[in-house]
């Protein structure tokens, strides 16, 4: 464990494939797995603003990786090591590295798809937080990696304060490969409404209030049989760097004494 809350060195792992990637953990208690955004690491998303400080001392472990094409992950650019699924098939071969049997796990935006994929794939943690998601951002892919690819290819070119630059200028402070980020958009994997209903764990649906990036949170969390739905100030960028974030997740987690086993 590093001795401050903002400088967690890496963990590495092989992952399927034999690619290297990397985690970063802190606190101790009940595992907790959460994934980050699309461009970010899990620097940004999750330590960089306090979010894994204000969970961690509620009593949690928490586990957090880099995903393929991010952070001090891998990043190849061969197409082939970007099969469908692998962002999800990552993630279960870290819980398995890990020897996780009772956990919690949780993602944002790009996370977010991941851990409902990961869930399809068997996964089954206790409980799970899908943040910064709705609906069609799970059901229906292809807009949202056809948004993706135009600010990919255009780098450079977007008009000043439009999205698309907006991305670009994120993009540039992660310091993100945007070859390998174009390859991330082939593991996309549309998710069957029956199978996000087939979710009966607990589930925190977590999203800013002016947020609709991945289309409506509100019907995610009607779909779902056991979900709470909870708003915090700001919209798909903004939200994530606010400390309201990192303290909806601790208030839902709360203490992990009380978790029925």
């Known amino acids: 464990m590093a001795s401050s809350p903002t400088e967690i060195e890496p963990l590495f792992f092989e992952s399927p494939g034999g690619y290297r990637l990397a985690w970063r953990e802190t606190g101790e208690g009940r595992p907790l797995l959460l994934l980050h955004g699309f461009f970010s690491n899990a620097h940004i998303n999750w330590i960089r603003y306090g979010h894994a400080e204000t969970i961690a001392v509620k009593g949690y472990r928490l586990i957090m990786p880099d995903l393929r094409a991010h952070g001090d992950s891998a990043k190849p650019h061969d197409p082939e090591a970007y099969p469908p699924d692998i962002l999800a098939r990552d993630a279960i071969a870290l819980v398995e590295h890990l020897g996780l049997t009772d956990y919690d796990l949780g993602g944002y935006s790009l996370g977010a798809r991941t851990v409902v994929r990961m869930h399809v794939l068997g996964a089954r943690p206790a409980r799970m937080i899908i943040s910064g998601m709705g609906l069609s951002g799970l059901t229906a892919l292809a807009t949202r990696a056809d948004y993706f690819r135009k600010v990919l290819t255009g780098l450079g ?86 400390p309201e974030f990192g303290q909806a997740i601790a208030d839902w987690l709360g203490d992990p004494s009380f978790i029925a086993r």
């Open 157 to 242: 070119e977007h008009p000043r304060n439009s999205p698309e630059w907006m991305a670009e200028a994120f993009l540039k402070t992660t310091g993100g490969d945007p070859e390998a980020l174009l390859q991330i958009l082939n593991v996309f994997t549309n998710t069957p409404e029956e199978a996000i209903a087939a979710i009966d764990i607990p589930t925190l649906v977590l999203a800013g209030e002016d947020d609709d990036d991945n289309g409506s949170h509100e019907d995610l969390a009607a779909l779902l049989p056991d979900a709470e739905h909870v708003e915090v100030p700001g919209n798909h960028m903004s939200c994530i760097v606010k």
